[in-house]
Each structure stands twice: as C-alpha cells, then as structure tokens.
C-alpha cells in the first residue's frame, strides 16, 4: 500500500512540475516584457540611455526617427502608449488590453529593423516571440474579437 502512495505521490509532483514552469514562464515574459517598454518608453521623455550618433545609424532610421520627431505629436504617442503598456504588463492588469495596444508597436518595431535597421532584428524577434507566447495564454480573451458576426 505504501509502494502505490509513493508512486502516486511522485507521479503527481512531476505532473504538477509542467504547469508549475509555465506558470512561471507566463509571469517572466509579462514582466520581461513590461520590463522592456516602460522602460524604454521612459526613455523618450527623460533620455537617460545612451544614444547612437546619428551618423552611424542606416540613413532610412534617422529619416523616419527625424519625421516622428518633426511631427510633433508621433514620437510622444508612441513613447507613452509603450509607458502605459509597459505599466499595465508590470501590474499584471489588462493583460489582453495590453497586449493589443501593444501589437501595433511590435508590428513596426519588426518592420522598422526588417527593412531599416537589421541589426536589431534578434531583439525585435524576442519581443515578438513574449507577446506572442502571453497572447497564447489569455487566448480565450480575443475570442469575442474574433467572432464574424457581433
């Protein structure tokens, strides 16, 4: 009797263990990925990580950089939509409605390395893969979203 108690008792842990490490993988790429837009959209309003000169950056990057800047309203939208985004994923609030305010900027962060800047496209394909792997698990969220007909 002691035999089938031990042997289920280990079975149990080692199916607990899966869930256990998703769990936990779940939570890390949220704050992994809060992480990264807080903090770099803090970075648009208060500038303390260093900057790239410009003239070592592809030509393309510092036209559509310079246009954001120039259109007085683009740049800050963007830099606080990641803050607000950022923030949202840290506090483990709106999660779903996070995550799509979210989709657009990642779309162009994918884009703008694909064509313009390819040279962080490793980190733009980590980004994708978080929001991607967090989408997964509030799945059931979007499926209102997703029906043909309202």
């Known amino acids: 009797m002691e035999a089938t108690a031990t042997v289920l008792a280990a079975s149990n842990l080692e ?13 890390g790429a949220r704050v992994l990925l809060g992480l990264v837009f807080f903090v770099f959209g803090l970075d648009g309003f208060f500038h303390f990580v260093p900057q790239p000169d410009p003239s070592t950056m592809p030509p393309g990057s510092v036209a559509l950089a310079s246009a954001f800047m120039a259109s007085g309203y683009m740049f800050p939208l963007i830099k606080g939509t990641e803050v607000v985004v950022g923030a949202l994923l840290l506090a483990n609030r ?6 799509v305010l979210l989709a657009p900027l990642t779309v162009n962060i994918v884009l703008f390395h694909t064509f313009l800047a390819p040279s962080g496209s490793g980190m733009a394909i980590v980004l994708v893969a978080l929001q991607l792997c967090l989408a997964w698990t509030h799945r059931r969220a979007y499926r209102p979203l997703l029906t043909a007909r309202a």
């Open 94 to 99: 709106f999660v779903p409605l996070a995550l």
């Open 15 to 27: 199916a607990s263990r899966p869930r256990a490490i998703a769990r936990h993988a779940t939570t």
